[in-house]
């Protein structure tokens, strides 16, 4: 066959390309179009979540059907756009709501229900007591839509008992929470020197760094009290991080790391398991050398926060999987939760 033979109707072909090109305002208002279909992919997507993780709850023994979900809401999470997305917005209030209706289940009789929020937040509740960790609005990303409502905040305030706070970045450090938690007679263990200038300022704690003095914090008007260890830690060099290892009245020892990353302070992480049982460690999941930080912990159960944070860049986003790898051999304690969903701890 010659080769003009072949170029005609490549000609032709070409030719009808070209005709069937859309006008530009028709391109356009295509391009209108793709967030909107964006946006109801990320609900068909999200939809899909939360049927598999209702379906396949939290185990250590994750099914492929688990690690499916978790994955598809890493893709949904891996975008630079995320906290614009309606889709992702309505599920951050949606499954903050199911936390609150797990608190409001039946009470906590034995061992601890664990329930995990947005970043590094936990809530913790025991039969004496509910413990609260790093909780924040969404407010820091400065998306309005991105924003848990304060009638759900309050309603976070009056299920515990007591809220913790790492350190000052806002990703951890809410003021309307800790607003929130002090009108509503809470206390707040707060970062030395955090809002101490704010009216609410006298609800605050600030509890001294060390690791040599165990102190005790009242709750409820002091008809009770936790114990805590409030380890110096820090995030990098420059920033003071809270480490607490809180015990319940009811014995059970929990421990937060906030973003715990200092490699010099495995001189103290090293040695935390020598006097301490801990029963759940909540590391963040980023920090340098995640096994060695557990085995300084040696606790019963992990469960790893500061996944898939939408207000950092890509390159500091932590999915699912990565999670998983960088866990290596102290995988098979560890269980890996999404936002809003709640384990049962049962104490040995």
């Known amino acids: 066959m010659k080769l003009h033979h072949l170029f005609f109707p490549l000609l032709l072909c070409w030719g009808s390309f070209g005709e069937s090109a859309a006008p530009d305002e028709n391109r356009a208002s295509w ?10 992919q990320h609900q068909h ?15 250590h023994t994750m099914s492929l059907e688990r690690q499916a979900a978790l994955l598809l809401l890493d893709n949904v999470l891996f975008d630079p756009e995320a906290a614009e997305k309606p889709a992702l917005q309505a599920f951050f209030i949606v499954r903050t709501k199911g936390v609150v209706a797990a608190l409001h289940q039946a009470p906590v009789t034995r061992g601890a229900r664990i329930c995990k929020l947005y970043n ?16 924040v609005s969404g407010r820091h990303l400065g998306n309005d839509g991105f924003v848990l409502p304060d009638e759900l905040l309050e309603d976070l305030a009056c299920a515990c008992d007591l809220l913790f706070i790492s350190h000052f ?4 450090a809410d003021l309307r929470i800790a607003e929130l938690f002090v009108r509503n007679g809470k206390r707040v263990a707060a970062p030395e020197g955090l809002w101490e200038t704010r009216p609410f300022a006298e609800g605050l704690i600030y509890l001294k760094r060390t690791a040599d003095a165990e102190q005790t914090i009242p709750i409820r008007g002091g008809a009770d009290s ?7 830690g820090h995030q990098g060099d420059p920033v003071a991080n809270n480490v607490v290892v809180v015990t319940t009245p009811d014995g059970l020892t929990f421990a937060h790391t906030g973003d715990q990353s200092n490699t010099g302070d495995f001189e103290w ?9 801990i029963d759940v460690l909540m590391p963040n999941c980023w920090t340098p050398d995640l096994p060695r930080l557990i085995a300084g912990f040696n606790p019963v159960l992990v469960i790893p926060g500061h996944d898939n944070e939408i207000s950092h860049t890509l390159d500091q986003r932590k999915p699912s999987w990565l ?6 051999d102290m995988a098979g304690r560890a269980v890996l939760m999404a936002w809003g969903e709640c ?6």
């Open 169 to 172: 970045h806002p990703d951890h």
């Open 120 to 135: 590094h937040g936990f809530i913790v509740r025991t039969p004496s007591v509910t413990l609260a960790f790093d909780l």
């Open 226 to 232: 936790v114990k805590v260890i409030n380890y110096p």
């Open 343 to 348: 384990y049962d701890y049962a104490a040995e």
């Open 31 to 40: 391009r209108d179009v793709i967030p909107v279909l964006v946006n109801q």
């Open 269 to 277: 992480i090293d040695t935390v398991s020598k006097t301490q049982k």
């Open 45 to 59: 997507t999200l939809a899909a979540v939360e049927a598999l993780l209702e379906r396949f709850p939290p185990k």
């Open 323 to 328: 999670i998983r790898e960088r866990l290596g």
